[in-house]
C-alpha cells in the first residue's frame, strides 16, 4: 500500500522569505515521487519529480524538493517566495514495486499563501 | 498550443439522468486518467488507460464508467448519477515510460447533482 501525508493545511510565509512544503510518503517498495501546483479555478501543474538518482530535485518555477529516504519526506522549498507562488500544492506518491498498476496517490494539499 | 480539453466545464444535473464528461487531448499521449477532487481528500483517480482500449480502474471507480476508442479521447460516463459524486473533476494525460507521472490536466468540470 502508499500513503502520502501533507501534515499542514495551510502555510504561510511573507514575500521574499524562503517557503517549505512538507511531504512524508510510505510506501513498502521505493517510492516514485512528485509534486504538482493548482492555481485557482485552474487543473493541476507538474513541477517537479523524484524518481531516482540525486536527492535533490530542481523543477520549475524556481522550486526544489529534496527527496529523504530515512525520514521518507520529500518536501518543497524554493529560496525566495513570490506573491504568485501562492496556491495549493500537492504531493503525490507511487509505489515503484506496485507492478502493473499506475494508480499514484495524491495528498490531501497544502495552500500555499504568500503575503506582501 | 498543447492542452487537455474538458466539456462541459460546469454541469447541474438531476439523480438518475446519464451524462457524459468529454475529455480530449492533442500531445498524442499514451496515458489518461480521471480524478475527483473533493475538500479535504485531495485527489482520487477514478479510471486510467494506458491506450486505446486498454483501461483499468483506479481507486475509487464505482458509479462510473469510461471508454478509450480513440488515442486522443478517454470520456467519463456517468450511467446514473447520485449526490454523492457532485465533485471537481479533472482529465489528465501524459507520456508513458517514466514520464507517466507527468501529467497535463484539464481546466476541470464542475459537477453538481441534485
Known amino acids: 500500500a502508499q500513503s502520502v501525508a501533507q501534515p499542514e493545511d495551510q502555510v504561510n510565509v511573507a514575500e521574499g522569505n524562503p517557503l517549505t512544503v512538507k511531504c512524508t510518503y510510505s510506501v513498502s517498495g521505493n517510492p516514485y515521487l512528485f509534486w504538482y501546483v493548482q492555481y485557482p479555478n485552474r487543473g493541476l501543474q507538474f513541477l517537479l519529480k523524484?524518481?531516482?538518482?540525486?536527492?535533490l530535485v530542481k523543477g520549475s518555477y524556481g522550486f526544489e524538493a529534496e527527496f529523504n529516504k530515512s525520514q521518507t519526506s520529500f518536501h518543497l522549498k524554493k529560496p525566495s517566495a513570490l506573491v504568485s507562488d501562492s496556491a495549493l500544492y500537492f504531493c503525490?506518491?507511487?509505489?515503484?514495486?506496485?507492478?502493473?498498476?499506475?494508480?499514484?496517490?495524491f495528498g490531501r494539499g497544502t495552500s500555499l499563501i504568500v503575503h506582501p | 498550443e498543447a492542452q487537455v480539453t474538458q466539456n462541459p466545464r460546469y454541469l447541474i444535473t438531476v439523480t438518475g439522468k446519464k451524462l457524459t464528461v468529454t475529455c480530449s487531448q492533442n500531445?498524442?499521449?499514451?496515458?489518461m486518467s480521471w480524478y475527483r477532487q473533493d475538500p479535504g481528500l485531495g485527489l482520487r483517480q477514478i479510471y486510467y488507460s494506458m491506450n486505446v482500449e486498454v483501461t483499468d480502474k483506479g481507486d475509487v471507480p464505482e458509479g462510473y464508467k469510461v471508454s478509450r476508442k480513440e488515442k486522443r479521447n478517454f470520456p467519463l460516463i456517468l450511467e446514473s448519477p447520485s449526490p454523492n459524486q457532485t465533485s471537481l473533476y479533472f482529465c489528465?494525460?501524459?507520456?508513458?515510460?517514466?514520464?507517466?507521472?507527468?501529467?497535463?490536466f484539464g481546466p476541470g468540470t464542475r459537477l453538481t447533482v441534485t
Open positions: 489528465a494525460s501524459s507520456d508513458g515510460g517514466l514520464a507517466v507521472y507527468e501529467q497535463y
Open positions: 523524484y524518481i531516482t538518482g540525486d536527492n
Open positions: 503525490a506518491v507511487r509505489d515503484k514495486g506496485s507492478g502493473g498498476s499506475y494508480i499514484p496517490t
Open positions: 500531445m498524442n499521449h499514451e496515458y
